[in-house]
């Protein structure tokens, strides 16, 4: 059976530009020490590599595209894979450091992939030497794939088919098991059977539709009414034009901040029911707010992301391959100078575009994407990309991208070498410039950002303002926790004299039945003594003497 792409892992091939594909980079860096002196050779990856491969089905396939876009593009085995072609090797130039990694992440992940190849590359690169925070002697391994071959969660799959996990008496296991998948059959590339192939494809493709369409009409008819309401109460759901709205040129530039991931849930536990994504959101939110305010361009209105959701069914294995994401869209909260008014303002947001994609049902928007007619994609391909997806036009409809990547706790190897670091470089292109990666591992949180250098010229800039905006984010959420600390102690403080005459109470009327009975006996004895002896005294003066009995 033919192995064709989805109308969804279709659409990014539509949407390249010759200055802007639609590929991303994943970017790992390894600490060596854990080998006990020794070091890897470029070989030896090379070799782990391609014992790898098979982790997903497209690593040894190319993409065959159908005359005039009429069909849908399909896979085939790459005849020419060479596995030199794909993995490659570079080093720093001395001293080593962190700008110089940024400039050549930057330029690596700049060049285009060659689509008539696996559309896929992978660099190793070594000399990562005066980096702080990274031992010395370290490397890193990029690999750049593009996005019609694998979505944030496939390549997140991919990442821990390549490494392995400390197993017992010290020695390392793969964290999946890798297994050899059956090569597709293939269509006849000649060009008439492709077209007819086509025709049947876009006519059998409304077919395809209609399930999804049906289930997905109540949910955008809710929806719209939603939107329908705002609009009508005032609110804009258009974003401010800011330059991440510009278009971008075919350089890079790329940077990422290091923070702790303990401090980030400290940070949203102090709204109740906030998440560490919110937290991230807001915490981005601020660093624009930042950035654009150092230059005098802080709109008055909040900035919008989009961010990609994985719509695969919870509890199914799909292979390390293809898009399966839906995208929701809210406010960053860059108008609110208060951290912790941002991030509350940020989880309002989030909730509500939720809210908004279960009543439409995410899975069904996708599966629309998946099965849309070939030739209506690819035209829909190219309107995005000249329109810049929503980022251009009228009215700007977002002014960045974030995607979040968790990882996992446990650390991870590659050969033994530890990984240490873990992030991401994303696509960008006309209309929507700067895109945010926030990844998680080991109690850490790396947020990258890309963008292209005639919007942000001073990415280390940009990525102080995160730092900055964290230690902000960090300083209010400590003060709220103290101030409702202190509200604890002063309310226990009012409380301790009401308690004190509450306990008095309720000891006095557990006094002992004892107690009450002394009382008692005292009190109606001693009428009686007194009344005999005045008795007593007036018959004396009288001369009479008492009875017995008296």
């Not at 849908?72 to 130039?93: N, S």
């Not at 962190?98 to 285009?112: L, Y």
């Not at 990609?308 to 929701?328: C, D, F, H, M, Q």
């Amino acid at each position: 059976m033919t192995h064709r792409l989805t109308g969804q892992d279709a659409m990014f091939l539509h949407a390249d530009l010759p200055h802007a594909a639609s590929h991303g980079t994943m970017i790992y860096i390894y600490d060596q020490s854990t080998l006990g002196g020794k070091t890897l050779g470029f070989r030896e990856i090379v070799r782990h590599m391609e014992d790898r491969l098979d982790a997903s089905p497209v690593l040894r396939r190319r993409i065959v595209q159908v005359p005039f876009g009429l069909g849908y593009p399909f896979w085939v085995e790459d005849e020419l894979f060479d596995i030199d072609f794909h993995v490659r090797h570079f080093a720093l130039p001395k001293p080593g450091d962190w700008r110089q990694f940024c400039i050549m992440v930057s330029r690596i992940h700049a060049r285009a992939i060659d689509l008539a190849r696996a559309p896929w590359e992978m660099y190793v690169i070594e000399g990562l030497d005066n980096i702080e925070g990274i031992p010395k002697g370290s490397f890193a391994v990029l690999s750049k794939i593009h996005h019609a071959a694998m979505d944030g969660t496939a390549a997140t799959e991919l990442t821990w088919a390549l490494h392995d996990v400390q197993g017992r008496a010290g020695r390392t296991e793969p964290v999946v098991d890798v297994k050899h998948s059956t090569p597709p059959q293939t269509l006849s590339l000649r060009s008439l059977n492709m077209l007819t192939s086509a025709f049947s494809e876009n006519l059998m493709a409304t077919a395809r539709m209609a399930l999804p369409l049906a289930q997905a009409l109540p949910g955008l008819t809710t929806a719209g009414l939603r939107m329908l309401k705002r609009t009508r109460s005032g609110a804009d759901l258009g974003a401010p034009r800011t330059r991440f709205n510009g278009d971008v040129v075919a350089q890079r530039v790329w940077d990422s901040v290091t923070l702790d991931l303990a401090e980030i849930k400290k940070i949203k536990s102090v709204v109740p029911g906030a998440t560490v994504n919110d937290a991230l959101i807001a915490l981005i939110g601020g660093a624009m707010r930042r950035y654009l305010e150092s230059k005098d361009e802080l709109p008055a209105k909040s900035m919008v992301t989009l961010a990609p959701v994985n719509t695969r069914a919870e509890g199914t294995k799909e292979s390390a391959a293809g898009n399966t994401i839906s995208i929701l869209r809210f406010a960053m909260g860059s108008d609110i100078e208060d951290p912790i008014a941002r991030l509350a303002a940020v989880h309002t947001a989030t909730t509500e575009s939720k809210e908004i994609q279960n009543a439409i049902g995410a899975k069904h928007l996708t599966d629309l994407q998946k099965f849309a007619p070939p030739a209506t994609l690819g035209l829909a391909g190219k309107l995005a990309a000249l329109t810049g997806q929503g980022g251009k036009g009228p009215m700007p409809l977002h002014n960045c991208l974030v995607t979040n990547i968790p990882g996992p706790a446990t650390p991870l190897y590659m050969l033994g070498a530890k990984l240490v670091h873990w992030g991401g470089v994303g696509p960008v292109t006309d209309g929507m410039s700067l895109i945010w990666n926030p990844s998680s591992y080991c109690g850490k949180v790396f947020i990258s950002l890309t963008s292209s250098p005639n919007v942000v010229p001073d990415p280390e800039f940009l990525a102080q303002c995160v730092r900055e905006s964290f230690e902000d984010m960090k300083g209010a959420a400590a003060a709220v926790v103290a101030s409702a600390a202190e509200q604890a102690k002063l309310a226990a403080a009012k409380e301790m004299p009401a308690k004190a005459i509450a306990a008095k109470k309720a000891a006095a009327k557990k006094a002992p039945a004892k107690q009450i009975a002394t009382k008692s006996a005292t009190a109606s004895t001693a009428p009686v003594a007194t009344t005999v002896a005045a008795k007593k005294k007036a018959m004396a003066r009288k001369g009479v003497r008492p009875t017995a009995a008296e």
